[in-house]
């Protein structure tokens, strides 16, 4: 398959999960090279707030998925072009279920510390996504208490700190499957068109969105299981190899 638009996440798939990762020199200059062929575009759960240094250096120049599926944006203005909001009777029944624990609450495009714990929060007006970071010992219990809220979405994924699990909390429809059907919509592909990378559990969505389903090498054992194919992992440059092998014939 020769896809038209590739979807690819960004921690563990474009950069090492690991604090203040950016992507490879290599990566870079391969999505540079290959712009002039196929459509790339970004889809992670990270806000704009700390998905901006990766996304100025990738100098994407299709809309990005960011905030696990709340917004699409522009990468080189910011602009927000699409969004959902978690309804605000939910959010105080996130906020609920999480007041006996101890960990940060982080909305919007809050960063590490800007937060509290969901005892000290006060949440008002509009809110895109709420994380709960850094909730590893607790987060399987918290992750069966929220299914029971039913207008949004849980997913326990792997920390962009690199320091346990974070669960990020959406509307029931801004999944990076719903952000993916809005983005081939607005760029005029098919999902037939399109390829998505992923490495962790909440990929599931962006796999539900796209054709052609890739694996990192380093990706967790469930999203491998749902993978048309594993690729290199994020420290060999799978992703570079992977877009580089699908324009390859464009270079002749």
Known sequence: MKP?????????????NIPNG???????????DSKEFIRLSAATGRPITNAKPILDKLNLDEPCIISAGTQII???????????????????????????YDFEILVRNE???????????NLEGPINVMYAMHCSEKGSELLKQLDDISGITAAGVLSWTGEGLDIHITNKLATKEHAIAELLTMLGISRDETMGVGDGNNDV???RGVGMK???GNATDLLKSQADFVCKSVDEDGLADLIFNSVSDQFK
């Open 4 to 16: 038209k638009l590739i979807i690819f996440d960004l921690d563990g798939t474009a950069i090492p």
């Open 74 to 100: 522009n990468p080189h203005t910011d602009e927000v072009v699409w969004e959902i909001l978690i309804d605000p009777k939910d959010v105080q029944a996130v906020l609920k279920l999480c007041k006996p």
């Open 214 to 216: 890739v694996a990192m």
């Open 111 to 121: 960063l590490l510390g800007e937060g509290a714990p969901a005892r000290s929060r």
């Open 22 to 32: 950016l992507p490879s020199n290599r990566l870079v200059q391969t999505i540079a």
């Open 205 to 207: 969505h962006l796999f």
